[in-house]
């Protein structure tokens, strides 16, 4: 991914693609927009069609804006009126970008009919921004949708297929915490304390989290910290410690696992020769079991009562 001059846009357009390539699908960092001027779109997204309502559930309403094609942009800081009509420039390029598409298609199976080649849900374009004064988005009639949308998002007419997400004004809920972790200060603060938490979100979870690990250190590593940098340490903290313990022990239990397996492999190397293709499988079956285990049946179990027993394992 391109650098960005702000770390806070980098690392967090860098967990967003990691939540992304959890569902498939075709994600890209700097897609490229061709007008007279290039211009690049933070991320755009489109689902895979075995993308599944509770694989999207498990990101609450970021999986209800991830369901159809989109443009994602960020802004740490409010966007201005001039950031906010360049991303409805690169949302309406890539429409026209389809259309073009569909008339190539068109031209080469003589269609009579073009809407029949235009998919049936154009992509879409999501602002997410930390905060956003009210005077803004009277400025583009942004207004609330609250019917289908929670507190904090913000629609312009249906037509123009755009919507913005005002990151501090989520409610505090599981709901929008994959969201609330783009944010800053204590609404930051408090998302990623709640998705240190979190279990059975794996690799999902751990990926997101790694992406901040690495923040987090890269942070640490400046050699002149601001007060800013200070207080982003704190807030990245929990993320940090949970991966580090996760890495931690990932890395005994591997250490475990590799010291077994040379004690199992030395154990059947002295009584039978060589490891073959047959008892390779023994192997690691053994190494997987408890300690006390393995050494209670290794000195009494035969070459063929290892290979019936584990080999009927192997190949269940």
């Known amino acids: 991914m391109k650098m960005t001059r702000q770390p806070h846009d980098q690392y967090s357009k860098e967990a967003l693609l990691e939540i992304l390539a959890f569902f498939g699908g075709k994600s890209e ?13 933070d991320i755009s997204f489109e689902p895979p069609p075995t993308l599944t309502k509770t694989d999207l559930e498990k990101v609450g309403v970021l999986g209800d804006m991830i369901a159809t094609p989109c443009l994602i942009e960020y802004f740490w800081t409010p966007p201005t009126q001039m950031e906010t009509r360049l991303c409805l420039m690169k949302l309406f390029s890539w429409h026209g970008d389809i259309l073009r598409e569909a008339k190539r298609k068109q031209k ?3 269609a009579k009919n073009l809407q029949q080649l235009l998919p049936k849900v154009l992509p879409k374009l999501w602002i997410l921004t930390t905060s956003a004064s009210q005077e803004f988005l009277a400025s583009f009639d942004f207004k609330p949708h609250r019917s289908e ?10 037509a123009m297929n755009t919507g913005i997400v005002v990151i501090d004004e989520l409610p505090e809920t599981l709901e929008t915490v994959w969201l609330r972790i783009f944010g800053k200060g204590k609404t930051q603060q408090k998302a990623i304390e709640t998705l240190a938490t979190l279990e059975d979100q794996e ?3 751990d990926n997101v989290l790694d992406v901040f690990h690495k923040w987090h250190e890269d942070t640490q590593a400046q050699d002149h910290l601001t007060p800013e940098d200070k207080e982003l340490l704190m807030i990245l903290s929990p993320a940090y410690e949970k991966s580090r313990t996760q890495a931690i022990v990932e890395g005994v239990l591997k250490g475990r696992l590799e010291s077994q397996r040379v004690f ?8 039978f020769g060589d490891i ?4 390779s499988p023994v192997v690691e079956l053994l190494a997987k079991l408890p300690p006390e285990e393995s050494t209670r049946l290794l000195p009494k179990m035969s070459r063929e009562e290892l290979l019936a027993r584990f080999g009927q394992e192997e190949s269940k």
């Open 108 to 110: 080469e199976i003589k």
């Open 203 to 205: 690799p999902l979870l």
């Open 149 to 158: 949308w929670c507190e904090g998002f913000y629609f312009v007419g249906e």
């Open 264 to 271: 199992v492999k030395s154990w059947l190397q002295s009584r």
């Open 276 to 279: 073959d293709s047959a008892l």
């Open 29 to 41: 960092a700097q897609r490229f927009i061709h007008p007279k001027e290039v211009y690049y779109a």
